[in-house]
Nanobody, 123 residues
Framework: VQLQASGGGLVQAGGSLRLSCAAS????????MGWFRQAPGKEREFVAA????????LYADSVKGRFTISRDNAKNRLYLQMSSLKPEDTAVYYC?????????????????WGQGTLVTVSS
């Protein structure tokens, strides 16, 4: 599975962005997917994850109620709708795929990673 994240950019605090992750391979629909982020000087952290059918989702407390993860298995796409953005959301955002149907919050559970897309939120 190859993953390519896109949709990052510069946005003002309070604004919105939608990230997309395009996946290659026929096994996308059977994999749990996740979004992680890494701010400068910080470790990579969990943002959101979704199970293979899209019915189960997990969110970090810091984004709960502001971000929504979704997937379109017919299009091999993963999305992250981000609203009410804050300067502390500034980071490189990565999409990742787990070779299991069950979503988790741990980066080490995810085998495939995209190249990342930069989100910058100005105050």
């Amino acid at each position: 599975v190859q993953l390519q994240a896109s949709g990052g950019g510069l946005v003002q605090a309070g604004g919105s962005l939608r990230l997309s992750c395009a996946a290659s391979g026929r096994t996308f629909s059977s994999y749990a997917m996740g979004w992680f982020r890494q701010a400068p000087g910080k470790e990579r952290e969990f943002v959101a994850a979704i199970g293979w059918r899209g019915s189960s989702t997990l969110y970090a407390d810091s984004v709960k109620g502001r971000f929504t993860i979704s997937r379109d298995n017919a299009k091999n796409r993963l999305y992250l709708q981000m609203s009410s953005l804050k300067p502390e959301d500034t980071a490189v955002y990565y999409c990742a795929a787990r070779t299991s149907a069950i979503a988790t919050i741990y980066p080490y559970d995810y085998y495939y990673w995209g190249q990342g897309t930069l989100v910058t939120v100005s105050s």
